[in-house]
């Protein structure tokens, strides 16, 4: 069993946010003996997991979680204020890469600073000088200065001298997300090389797809603590689920601030009054896999002393691109509903979803019997997840199929 490169224990960070400035040489002078007003913000706390050597392990979590505030740590940019670090071997860190450039200084130059910084040799890098040169793309322009390259170029290179570093542990900070799709695609091979010569990788990212693909476990940040360390599939469904219900918090703050804006319509006789996705053992989710059972529970309330004869309820379901991918009404099923009246419940139950990754939305609808004049319809407001499974899907559904070499 492989043993540890990583340990993180218990590791807590504070920065402090100073609330005055002093700007001029006078208000440095008179408050010389006076402290600064500052606050004191918590960007970690109480961090712990282990990473085995050869470990690919992702990282995920919202938009200031203390992702890149950790992988600052582990590189040794930051100390931990309370806690522990303990890291086997060298590290390469792939954090805001090319930031040690020289912009006065050609391409050229910049290679063997940038490399030195990183570690490596004199030798390592003329040997490696060609390799670099090759995935930057940059022949052309060795000795132009850096300030005339593009911010792309720029990342070019500085991604293929950080390549060409030997470590054995790297970490990666949203390297995915630069370049165009030519240039993720090269990046992700020589990212798969490494891990094929069995190196440490800690990944950080938004793409839950790209973690599943890379990474047999992964860990959660929220509120800057660990929410949750476990396989990779598992915590990418929970990210994805709670990236929903914020989505949803905001979609009804929203609701509630233009109320009577929402694209909403009918005689409002009834009206539908919450929609929510259960799983098959009825447990409430919004981030569903393929070929899992999907409960839709939709809570209406009738008005009052009003009696609905022979309504007739509908669902549809839309893709992100608004394609209207499914729809059905209770008649077409075989369900008549003699009347209905003050408040009830009604559910739609998909036996063995096969649509494809991705976001969809759903709208709700009850309608007289003869379907021609709605009494409450409620247009694409709300959302469940088909999270992505490890093999990567095409087109709107995914059908039950299969190769066969003949």
């Not at 970690?44 to 997991?49: E, G, I, P, T, W």
């Not at 990342?155 to 993720?184: C, H, K, N, P």
Request: proline share 2%; aromatic share 10%; glycine share 8%.
């Amino acid at each position: 069993m492989n043993s540890y490169v990583i340990k993180v224990d218990r590791v807590s960070k504070n920065f402090n946010i100073p609330h005055e400035k002093r700007n001029t040489f006078k208000e440095h002078f008179w408050n010389v003996f006076k402290p600064r007003k500052k606050e004191s913000f918590e960007a970690l706390s109480n961090v712990c997991f282990e990473v085995r050597k050869g470990e690919w392990l992702g990282l995920i979590g919202r938009n200031g979680s203390g992702k890149s505030t950790l992988l600052k740590m582990l590189a040794g940019i930051y100390q931990p204020d309370s806690g522990k670090i303990v890291t086997k071997g060298k590290i390469i860190p792939f954090l805001e890469l090319g930031v040690g450039f020289n912009s006065e200084l050609s391409a050229r130059e910049n290679i063997f600073l940038n490399g030195t910084m990183l570690g490596m040799t004199r030798e390592g890098l003329e040997n490696s000088f060609d390799k670099i040169v090759e995935f930057a793309e940059i022949k052309s322009f060795l000795d132009t200065p850096l300030k005339n390259f593009s911010s792309g170029m720029q990342v070019r290179l500085a991604f293929a001298i950080a390549i060409q570093s030997e470590g054995d542990i790297y970490l990666l900070d949203e390297v995915m997300a630069v370049g165009d799709t030519v240039f993720q695609q090269r990046c992700l091979e020589e990212f798969l090389e490494l891990k094929e010569n069995g190196k440490t990788v800690i990944l950080v990212s938004h793409d839950a797809d790209l973690v599943r693909r890379t990474c047999k476990r992964a860990v959660l940040l929220e509120n800057r603590k660990v929410k949750r360390i476990g396989k990779s599939d598992d915590i990418c469904d929970l990210y994805t689920q709670y990236n929903i219900e914020i989505k949803e918090k905001i979609k009804a703050r929203d609701k509630k601030r233009d109320r009577g804006k929402e694209e909403r319509d009918g005689t409002k006789d009834a009206s539908v009054s919450s929609v929510y996705f259960a799983d098959r053992n009825g447990e409430s989710r919004n981030v569903f896999r393929r070929g899992d059972e999907i409960n839709v529970n939709i809570e209406y309330d009738v008005k009052d002393g009003v009696t609905l004869e022979k309504p007739v309820f509908g669902i549809g379901i839309h893709n992100q691109s608004g394609v209207h991918v499914f729809g059905c009404y209770t008649d077409d099923l075989g369900v008549r509903i003699h009347k209905i009246k003050e408040k009830g419940k009604i559910a739609f139950k998909i036996n063995d979803v096969n649509l494809s990754a991705g976001s969809y939305l759903i709208s709700i609808a009850i309608y007289s019997e003869s379907r021609v004049i709605p009494i409450d319809r409620v247009v694409k407001a709300y959302t469940f997840e088909i999270a992505q499974g490890r093999a990567k899907d095409f087109g709107v559904v995914q059908l039950s199929s299969e190769w066969k070499i003949q």
